[in-house]
């Protein structure tokens, strides 16, 4: 290897173990959110369950992939 980190190891311990749980509850919160408001893509009936279910889940996940990214810290 040529010295590069492929896991900064100061994550690893209480500190990283705090935003993790932190991460969690906000990313269940917002999931918890949103479906309870039926903010999810409605199919159609001849869509089979299974199908549907899958795209109840994306509409959270795209709102969970624009909120959390800023909140990382710099790697600086």
Known sequence: MDGTEVMPF??????????????ALL???IYSFVVDRHLTIR???NVPPVVAETFN?????II?????????PCSN
């Open 10 to 23: 100061r994550y690893l311990g209480a500190g990283g173990l705090f935003v993790a749980i932190m991460v």
């Open 27 to 29: 990313v269940n919160k």
């Open 43 to 45: 199919m159609g009936d």
């Open 57 to 61: 889940g994306l509409i959270p996940a």
């Open 64 to 72: 969970n992939v624009i909120i959390l990214p800023p909140l990382q």
